[in-house]
Nanobody, 113 residues
Framework: QVQLAESGGGLVQPGGSLRLSCAASGIMFSIHDMGWTRQTPRNQRELVATITSGGSTNYADSVKGRFTISRDNAKNTVYLQMNSLKPEDTAVYYC???????WGQGTQVTVSS
């Protein structure tokens, strides 16, 4: 059974930082490209960052230069370091093994003063 456990969300002031983690189980983690997708309060969904099995990364323009995705295959974990957070980053963040259809429960990120 595939499980994706996101954590690290919370309430942060504009300009602040958060680090999200996603621990995966039930899949051969190291061979999967992974992504972080967010769903805003207006139900808009955006794939914000991806990392291939080989470690190549890609970012949506809305987060480029502020977010960094990384992975630790020994821990079956993918991370999203989020800096210079803005109110428009408020969303539920999900990690997904790309092209599998698997989703976790997500972690809420709220950026507000």
């Amino acid at each position: 059974q595939v499980q994706l456990a996101e954590s690290g969300g919370g309430l942060v002031q504009p300009g602040g930082s958060l680090r999200l983690s996603c621990a995966a189980s039930g899949i051969m983690f190291s061979i999967h490209d992974m992504g972080w997708t967010r769903q805003t309060p207006r139900n808009q969904r955006e794939l914000v960052a991806t990392i291939t099995s080989g470690g190549s990364t890609n970012y949506a323009d809305s987060v480029k230069g502020r977010f960094t995705i990384s992975r630790d295959n020994a821990k079956n974990t993918v991370y999203l370091q989020m800096n210079s957070l803005k109110p428009e980053d408020t969303a539920v963040y999900y990690c997904t093994p790309l092209r599998t259809g698997y989703w976790g429960q997500g972690t809420q990120v709220t950026v507000s003063s």
